[in-house]
């Protein structure tokens, strides 16, 4: 896998990424930005966005920081998410942050934001190094 911007944009598309519209907004070795036009499909029986939408756009913001990097590997080994407050309609941005890293494990930051900038959700995340 390439750690290019325009690679990885790519080749996400043809993956879960792609299906649920997510884009590449920003990408370094340490941060990430994603993006979603939330649609009808991203909500859930209340009208506002599935919870599980808010976490697979967190866990892959963190991942992506650590896929920029094309020698590592990594999988989610633990997610905690905080839902501070919903949103129905607009784009919302989730950005990425390497918070530590040893042999074994990096862990993550990430928050989800309107186009206003309030947070909506954050969440740290643990990923361990495949060999």
């Not at 993006?35 to 209340?46: A, F, G, R, T």
């Not at 501070?84 to 930051?109: F, P, V």
């Not at 309107?114 to 643990?126: I, K, T």
């Amino acid at each position: 896998m390439s750690n290019s911007f325009e690679e990885l944009a790519e080749q996400a598309q043809a993956t879960f990424w792609g299906y649920v519209g997510f884009e590449l907004e920003q990408l370094s070795e340490a941060s990430a930005t994603i993006s979603l036009q939330l649609q009808p499909h991203h909500l859930n029986l209340l009208g506002i966005v599935h919870g599980g939408v808010f976490m697979t756009m967190l866990d892959n913001a963190m991942g992506l920081v650590i896929m920029h990097d094309p020698t590592l590997r990594a999988v989610t080994a633990t997610m905690n998410t905080y839902f501070l407050t919903n949103i129905s309609k607009g784009t919302i941005y989730c950005k990425a942050e390497l918070l530590h890293r040893t042999k074994r494990t990096i862990t993550m930051t990430a928050s989800i934001y309107d186009d206003s900038n309030e947070r909506l959700a954050y969440a740290s995340g643990s990923y361990r190094l495949l060999t």
